[in-house]
């Protein structure tokens, strides 16, 4: 098993920035891929970015190109997700994902509790 833990959410007025963390712990060995994820109220969950555990290969959403940057620690055992430029609509819960094979967008099997980021305009 991986548990995650996600920290740095908070809320920011609309062309600030935040940066998400997320700590992997337990059996980390077996994880190949790590992303983030939002969900907005009333919205189904989508992704936002992704990053391979060792090779550092990147891939974000359309939506967030340019603005957010995904960043790994290995001997930390965190991944950071730094957000710039900030838009209202950014507003959601914001999950770190972990996964075995790393497809990148989809199939993750380990999940953190999630993260608010709230964006004022």
């Known amino acids: 098993q991986v548990q995650l833990v996600e920290s740095g959410g908070g809320s920011v007025q609309a062309g600030g920035s935040l940066r998400l963390s997320c700590k992997a712990s337990?059996?980390?060995?077996?994880?190949?891929?790590m992303g983030w994820f939002r969900q907005a109220p009333g919205k189904e969950r989508e992704f936002v970015a992704a990053?391979?555990?060792?090779?550092?290969?990147?891939y974000y959403a359309d939506s967030v190109k340019g603005r957010f940057t995904i960043s790994r620690d290995n001997a930390k055992n965190t991944v950071y997700l730094q957000m710039n430029s900030l838009r209202p609509e950014d507003t959601a819960v914001y999950y770190c994902?972990?996964?075995?094979?790393?497809?990148?967008?989809?199939?993750?099997?380990?999940w953190g509790q999630g993260t608010q980021v709230t964006v004022s305009s």
């Open positions: 990053i391979t555990w060792s090779g550092g290969t990147t």
């Open positions: 337990g059996r980390t060995v077996s994880v190949y891929g």
């Open positions: 994902a972990a996964q075995r094979v790393a497809t990148m967008t989809d199939n993750y099997d380990y």
